[in-house]
C-alpha cells in the first residue's frame, strides 16, 4: 500500500482480554515504530524494530506488552490481561532509518477502548 | 527531568504574526531533530528536520538549533489559522536510534 496501514481502526474490549494490533509498514521500510498516546498528551514510546537487529523494548510499560515483526514486515502488538489506563491511541510509524533520513511515516492509528 | 520538554501551550497568536516553539532536550548525543504537526483526531507528520548548529529555513517555518544550549526551536512566520495544531518536537536520543518525542505545544492562529 502506499501508505502505513493499522487495523482494527477502533478496539473496544473488556478489562482482563487480551488485544492484539496490526501495523503493515510501507514497503522497504526497515525500522518500525509503535507508540503510545492518550487523550490531550504527547506520544509514548513502546518499541523499535531495526531490521534484523534484536527490537528496542525499553519502552514496553509492563510484561503485559509484547510485539513482534515478522519477516521484517507486518507487526503485532499484543497487549494481555488489559487494564483500563491501557486506553489509548495506539500509533504505528515506519521510516527507512539511514542516518540522515528519519522521517517516520504513521499510520491512523489504533484507538483501543478497555472498559 | 524528561529527555525532551516543549510547553504545552495552549499558545495563541494573530493571524500573520509568528509563532515561537520551544524545544529542549537532555541528551548531549542526540544527533536528529524533528518537528512534527499534529491536527486534532489525526496523526502527526513530519514538517522540519534539522541535524547541524544554526538555522534551517523551508517556506514559512524555520528550525532553529543550538545543540550547545541543547535548545531547538520552530518559527512560523505569516501564521496561518490553518497552522492551528499541536507541534511536537522529536529527538534521536544519542545511544538508541529512538525517537522520542515531547509532549507538544498547541498552538491557535486566531483569523
Known amino acids: 500500500g502506499a501508505g502505513v496501514s493499522q487495523s482494527p481502526s477502533n478496539k473496544v474490549t473488556e478489562k482482563g482480554k487480551d488485544v492484539e494490533l496490526r501495523c503493515d509498514p510501507i514497503?522497504?521500510?526497515?525500522?518500525l515504530y509503535w507508540y503510545r498516546q492518550s487523550l490531550g498528551q504527547g506520544l509514548e514510546f513502546l518499541i523499535y524494530?531495526?531490521?534484523?537487529?534484536?527490537?528496542?523494548k525499553s519502552g514496553l510499560p509492563s510484561d503485559r506488552f509484547s510485539a513482534e515483526r515478522t519477516g521484517g514486515s507486518v507487526s503485532t502488538l499484543t497487549i494481555q490481561r488489559t487494564q483500563q489506563e491501557d486506553s489509548a491511541v495506539y500509533l504505528c510509524?515506519?521510516?527507512?532509518?539511514?542516518?540522515?533520513?528519519?522521517?517516520?511515516?504513521f499510520g491512523s492509528g489504533t484507538q483501543l477502548s478497555v472498559l | 527531568q524528561k529527555e525532551v520538554e516543549q510547553n504545552s501551550g495552549p499558545l495563541s497568536v494573530p493571524e500573520g504574526a509568528i509563532a515561537s516553539l520551544n524545544c529542549t532536550y537532555s541528551?548531549?548525543?542526540?544527533?536528529?531533530f524533528f518537528w512534527y504537526r499534529q491536527y486534532s483526531g489525526k496523526s502527526p507528520e513530519l514538517i522540519m528536520s534539522?541535524?547541524?548548529?544554526g538555522d534551517k529555513e523551508d517556506g514559512r517555518f524555520t528550525a532553529q538549533l543550538n545543540k550547545a544550549s541543547q535548545y531547538v526551536s520552530l518559527l512560523i512566520r505569516d501564521s496561518q489559522p490553518s497552522d492551528s495544531a499541536t507541534y511536537l518536537c522529536?529527538?534521536?536520543?544519542?545511544?538508541?536510534?529512538?525517537?522520542?518525542f515531547g509532549s507538544g505545544t498547541q498552538l491557535t492562529v486566531l483569523p
Open positions: 534539522i541535524y547541524s548548529n
Open positions: 514497503s522497504g521500510h526497515t525500522a
Open positions: 524494530f531495526q531490521g534484523n537487529s534484536a527490537p528496542d
Open positions: 510509524a515506519s521510516s527507512l532509518a539511514r542516518p540522515t533520513n528519519e522521517k517516520l511515516f
Open positions: 522529536a529527538v534521536t536520543s544519542g545511544s538508541a536510534r529512538q525517537l522520542t
Open positions: 541528551d548531549r548525543g542526540s544527533q536528529s
